[in-house]
């Protein structure tokens, strides 16, 4: 017979006391690992990707919302001119989307006016008095910033020119 202090011990998985035999307990199987449950990752990234769609949405809404408040208090310095000889019947959008007129304005003729707000269309129609010459033109013109944006010319007794430009947002001036 063989000594049990002569026979190695083997370590006790278990944690349990050696046996005082000398023999080792016989190894159980291993229990099985546990597995990681993967819905608690899913339902994050879900959250998370919730989370980055709304805000992501709420800085877009925000940016837009920004530009069309600038785009609603900006403003434009227009001003219309009308050129030729004589008398004319001046109409020209003013702000608030308004007409104005002048009927016997002295040519050469000049208004400054100040549109703001979304819709700044600059109209101006200009029209020769009715016993003009019949070589007699008359032009107008918008200027917006210093620089002509429309012009057009006309010839003879109650000739019109016409001019329009729809003022954009980058040509505009915060209002103050």
């Known amino acids: ?33 546990k597995k990681r449950k993967k819905w608690p990752w899913i339902v994050g990234g879900l959250v998370v990707l919730f989370i980055a769609v709304i805000a992501g949405c709420s800085a877009m ?25 004589g008398t004319a019947s001046v109409t020209y959008s003013d702000k608030d989307f308004n007409m104005a007129q002048d009927t016997a304005a002295q040519l050469p003729w000049t208004k400054d006016v100040t549109l703001q707000g979304f819709g700044k269309i600059a109209s101006l129609t200009a029209t020769n008095d009715f016993e003009a010459d ?33 003022v954009p947002t980058e040509e505009s001036q915060p209002s103050s």
């Open 134 to 166: 019949a070589s007699q033109t008359i032009t107008c013109e918008i200027l917006v910033n210093g620089q002509v944006k429309n012009t057009q010319t006309s010839k003879g007794p109650a000739a019109t020119a016409n001019c329009t430009y729809s």
């Open 1 to 33: 017979m063989t000594n049990p202090e002569s026979q190695p011990q083997q370590p006790n998985p278990y944690g349990q006391q050696p046996n005082p035999y000398g023999q080792p307990y016989p190894y159980a199987p291993q229990p099985p690992a």
């Open 61 to 85: 809404v925000g940016g837009v919302a920004n530009e069309i408040d600038k785009a609603a208090n900006s403003t434009a310095t227009v001003t219309y001119r009308v050129t030729g000889g």
